[in-house]
């Protein structure tokens, strides 16, 4: 199957500082990437929808002026959360989709990147 | 934001047992549902999917139900292993929705030995 390549797999970073998330996929082009976020015990929420080239949607909730997100290639999207603080500290997971969003659409997960803010 | 600390239903099976998870969708309007598994520490992990006009498919070793009628849908895994332990989510999209991937609860599946 397809592989999105997500990284770093974990990250320690003091109050105040910025930390960029890569999602890559590795074997196709994807012009639609997800990004998640997941604390202990919960469910994937639905943060923000990176379309290639163009700016990201951001669900209800979610301050895109705190978690950047660029998808300038059809391979990569970058999720920067600026200005880390201790509530930011979860799972962050990116996915990556095949098709145009019809029936023909997969998605590809990648492993997450657990970020700890001190 | 507040974090609040949910607690994952759990499944205990017996190892070599059937299990049987479930989950109940929101959407009348969903048209695809997914099964993802995930282990601790890793992303989701593709199961198995059904389409909306279809109410059983079988892959290896799972088989998906699905029943419109109720929104339920229901994983079953036959001659559980431990290595099927792990946190369960369905999955629903809906491509009328701008086809957004919208994840259940979850659940817990815990093999004794």
């Known amino acids: 199957g397809a592989v999105v390549s997500q990284h770093p797999s974990r990250v320690i970073c003091k109050s105040g500082t910025s930390v960029k998330i890569e999602c890559r996929s590795l074997?196709?082009?994807?012009?639609?990437m997800f990004w998640y976020r997941q604390f202990p015990k919960q469910s994937l929420m639905l943060m923000a929808t990176?379309?290639?080239?163009?700016?990201?949607?951001?669900e209800q909730g979610v301050e895109k002026d705190k978690f950047l997100i660029n998808h300038a290639s059809l391979t990569l999207s970058t999720l920067t959360v600026t200005s880390a603080h201790p509530e930011d500290s979860s799972f962050y997971i990116c996915?990556?989709?095949?098709?145009?969003?019809?029936?023909?659409?997969?998605?590809?997960f990648g492993s997450g990147t657990q970020l700890s803010v001190l | 934001g507040e974090n609040v600390g949910l607690h994952l239903p759990t499944l205990s099976v017996q190892e070599g047992d059937n299990s049987i998870i479930n989950c109940a969708y929101s959407?009348?309007?969903?048209?695809?549902f997914i099964w993802y598994k995930q282990e601790s520490g890793k992303g989701p992990q593709f199961i198995i999917d059904?389409?909306?006009?279809?109410d059983k498919r079988q892959g290896q070793r799972v088989t998906v139900l699905l029943n419109k009628t109720v929104k339920h849908l229901s994983l079953q895994i036959a001659a559980t292993q431990p290595g099927d332990s792990a946190v369960y989510f369905c999955?629903?999209?809906?491509?009328?929705?701008?086809?957004?991937?919208?994840f259940g609860s979850g659940t817990r599946l815990s093999i004794r030995p």
């Open positions: 996915s990556a989709q095949i098709g145009t969003g019809g029936r023909d659409e997969k998605l590809f």
């Open positions: 074997d196709f082009q994807a012009t639609t």
């Open positions: 990176s379309n290639e080239g163009s700016k990201a949607t951001y």
């Open positions: 959407n009348s309007a969903s048209d695809y």
């Open positions: 059904i389409r909306s006009n279809m």
């Open positions: 999955a629903e999209i809906s491509y009328s929705s701008a086809s957004k991937i919208i």
